[in-house]
């Protein structure tokens, strides 16, 4: 029998036992659901709606081609990419999971990135936001500021590795079955000021080329860009909802108990502290009670281990935000298995970040002096999360910027 004939009927037979546990427990499902609903319209809908609404204004006035041209130098080198996954690394580092998948997926359908390419692109730039990184993770849960230096390390650099390594898939294949980037590589030779000067015509007229083919006026493009952002969200909205209420199904059934129980002994046999079975299973599931979890685990347990438990569950996402990258790659002809695996290898490498950077960071001071910092305090501070973001972006941008023209620059040089 093949697995598509058994994956149909067992999920039916998953969502039937959810459903009578539901009646059996109708209090505590409708509590779950209003703690994902509060969750979902503090957190994620006025942190994330913005950026979708963004980003669609931006694909559709060409800015996005525009970025595109400018960071091919860099990105094609690094991580086998057109120069607007740059674009699309920027907005998913700053504004957290799903923007990455969302924009990746917009990228495919205008025929922008090829398959390959896209799954390259999801696979490292699904990550933590820094306000929920900085602000709810070590200060709300850990209650310690200075520890957002070495959890952002761990997260950001192991996104980069991730970055790194999936730039070797798909290189076996001879071709894939996808459009080529429609963004031009490279400038013409002939421009008559240098490369800078031929790599921002090239890019300027990849814009105009793109907002000439799009055509719709800036009403339209708003109206549509808060249309397909409100049904986004809305669907993040409906999957915090319901993993929140199958996790406390679960716990009511007994099930939530076991794998505490079944995880706390592996950990055991692998050498780390049992007690935090409960983060990293709820941290499976929903990452926001994973890292809570983490924070606020048994204070015999040494600190860099619960460090290096959130940053495992910040890197994997939870099965949460895994559905809501499915959801979105659907139709799209991207894969999940790769999305999948990926999340894992971070999860891996950011865990083992915090525990090799533990001394050379912490225990050194750095993460205090990081503490202290205005800029630490600024994006730690959920008052400020959108204006913080926006300059994050900015800032991420123009580096991203500088260092595409430097590698242009160098590789003219090395051919005189």
């Given amino acids: ?33 209003l703690r994902g609903l509060a969750v979902w319209w503090d957190v994620l809908f006025p942190s994330l709606f913005p950026f979708f609404v963004i980003s669609e204004i931006m694909l559709g006035f060409g800015i996005v081609h525009l970025f595109g041209a400018l960071l ?33 997926a917009k990228l495919r359908e205008q025929g922008m990135i090829s398959k390959v390419e896209g799954e390259r692109l999801v696979a490292f730039t699904t990550s933590s936001d820094p306000i929920f990184l900085l602000g709810a993770v070590s200060v709300g849960f850990f209650h310690d500021a200075s520890l957002g230096l070495i959890l952002a390390l ?12 999936m730039s070797f898939h798909g290189r076996s294949r001879p071709g894939d079955s996808g459009t080529a980037p429609s963004t031009p590589a490279a400038p013409s030779s002939a ?65 939530m108990s076991m794998l505490f129980s079944t995880t706390g002994r592996l950990l055991s046999l692998a050498g780390f502290p049992p007690g935090l079975s409960a983060a990293l299973v709820s941290g499976l599931f929903e990452v926001t009670l994973g890292a809570r979890s983490a924070g606020e685990a048994a204070a015999g347990i040494p600190l860099q281990f619960k460090v290096a438990a959130a940053a495992f569950i910040l890197s994997w996402g939870g099965l949460s935000v895994h559905a809501q990258v499915a959801s979105i790659l659907n139709g799209t002809g991207l894969r999940y298995l790769p999305f999948m695996a990926a999340r894992l290898v971070h999860a891996l490498l950011s865990a083992g970040l915090v525990l090799l950077l533990w001394k050379p960071v912490v225990s050194s001071g750095l993460a205090g002096q990081w503490g202290a910092l205005p800029v630490a305090s600024g994006l730690a501070s959920p008052d400020s999360a959108l204006i913080s973001s926006i300059s994050l972006l900015c800032l991420l941008l123009a580096c991203m910027l500088v260092l595409s023209l430097l590698l242009l620059l160098a590789g003219r040089l090395r051919r005189f």
């Fill in 1 to 33: 029998m093949s697995l598509n004939k058994i994956a149909g009927p067992l999920l039916g037979i998953l969502l039937a036992g959810c459903m009578l546990l539901m009646l059996i427990h109708p209090s505590s499902s409708l509590d779950a659901a």
């Fill in 72 to 104: 091919d130098p860099l990105m094609r080198p690094l991580f086998n990419i057109p120069g607007s996954g740059g674009f699309v690394a920027a907005m998913g580092y700053v504004s957290g999971y799903p923007v990455g998948a969302k924009l990746t």
């Fill in 154 to 165: 761990a997260h950001y650099g192991g996104g980069f590795i991730v970055g790194l390594l």
């Fill in 191 to 255: 421009a008559p000021s240098g490369p800078s000067y031929g790599r921002l015509r090239t890019a300027m007229n990849a814009m105009a080329e793109a907002r000439r083919k799009d055509g719709r006026s800036l009403g339209e493009l708003l109206r549509n860009a808060i249309q397909s952002s409100l049904q986004l969200i809305i669907v993040v909205g409906g999957l915090v909802v319901f993993f929140n209420v199958l996790m406390e199904l679960l716990a009511r059934a007994g099930i």
